[in-house]
């Protein structure tokens, strides 16, 4: 397993998830953190963006997941995603991610409702 990390933080996105039908009608914000573990020595001694993972498209791949078909669950947006980017990036030997809702219907107050989740090859 290497120690490299890629992060991409505070993620947002507008998507229709949520156990309740209101949630997944009205929809609402939803913010994404990924932790990639990749080897990152060939792109820091080459300086060559296709030895590493491009930012822009892992961006574009949690969008299509958070802005796309409806999950009732954190849990399995946060497998989508997962499942998603180990697919698409051979280099990614594992993937954290945290998929957070600041706006959780509930009779309280909280920050956020997030789901953590480590998925490897």
């Known amino acids: ?3 490299d990390r890629i992060r991409l933080r505070g993620l947002r996105f507008y998507g229709y998830h949520g ?6 009608e009205l929809g609402q914000r939803f913010i994404v953190d990924l932790e990639l573990s990749l080897d990152l020595r060939p792109a820091g001694t ?3 963006l296709q030895q590493t993972v491009s930012y822009a498209e892992v961006y574009d791949e949690v969008r299509a997941v958070v802005e796309g078909p409806p999950c009732h669950l954190l ?4 497998e989508r995603i997962a499942a998603r980017v180990l697919a698409d990036h051979g280099s990614v030997e594992e993937v954290r991610v945290c998929v957070k809702k600041p706006e959780v219907p509930l009779r309280g107050i909280l920050e956020a409702a997030e789901v953590e989740i480590v998925r490897a090859r």
């Open 19 to 24: 156990a309740r039908a209101a949630e997944r």
């Open 1 to 3: 397993m290497s120690r």
């Open 46 to 48: 080459s300086d060559d």
């Open 75 to 78: 849990e399995a947006v946060a």
